[in-house]
Every structure is written in structure tokens, then in C-alpha cells.
């Protein structure tokens, strides 16, 4: 079940890279800007209770790097995530409903 914990909007700047992305085409980029080093990162399709297992395949996502996140068996037609990420301060951010089908890139930053 998904748990609501301190939201720090300010922290989260999404910039929406190229205007005609295929609606099949869910994967995108996520540039890490913030000054923490993110430690987990969960994507949920936003109709879900669950956040499944954390998604990156290395141990972390380093300050000034950027992640390159590809989906397979996928519904073309499923277009709304909820991204969860922990930084290292131990801190939980939420971005909800991020319309994937027209987002390349997500860039986080202070």
C-alpha cells in the first residue's frame, strides 16, 4: 500500500523533452539534480495500491546523473505513473500521475 509521507514539491521540476512521443513509448530519462544521491526508486502505474520493487539496477543514482528507465510488456495505452524516490537523507518524494506517454526526460532538482 502506498503511504504518503513528507512531500516536498519544490524539490521536482519535470521537463517535458519533445512534444511527439509515441503514446507506445512509456521510457524516459530521469536526471538526478537534487544534491542527494537517490537510493531507491519506485515506479507504479497511478491506479495501484503497490509499489512493486525498486527499479534501478545498480545501487544508486549519483548526483548529476542521469538514469535511463525502459519499460517492456507495457500497455501502449497506460500513459499515468506515480514515481516514488528515497534520498539519502533517508527522505521519501512523490511525483503522481506523470502523463509517461509525452515525458522524455525528468529532471529533479532543489
Given amino acids: 500500500m502506498k503511504r504518503t509521507f513528507l ?3 519544490a524539490i521536482v521540476c519535470l521537463f517535458i523533452v ?4 509515441n503514446a507506445q513509448n512509456q521510457n524516459f530519462s ?4 537534487t544534491g542527494m544521491i537517490l537510493v531507491d526508486v519506485f515506479i507504479s502505474p497511478s491506479a495501484s495500491d503497490n509499489w512493486g520493487s525498486d527499479v534501478i539496477p545498480k545501487d544508486m543514482i549519483l548526483d548529476g546523473e542521469t538514469f535511463d ?3 517492456t510488456g507495457i500497455d501502449p495505452e497506460h500513459c499515468s505513473w506515480d514515481i516514488l524516490f ?5 527522505n521519501k518524494y512523490y511525483m ?3 502523463d509517461l506517454c509525452s515525458i522524455t526526460t525528468i529532471t529533479l532538482s532543489r
Fill in 69 to 71: 528507465f525502459t519499460f
Fill in 7 to 9: 512531500v516536498l514539491a
Fill in 18 to 21: 519533445g512534444q511527439s512521443v
Fill in 30 to 33: 530521469m536526471v538526478n539534480n
Fill in 96 to 98: 503522481r500521475g506523470v
Fill in 86 to 90: 528515497t534520498a539519502d537523507d533517508g
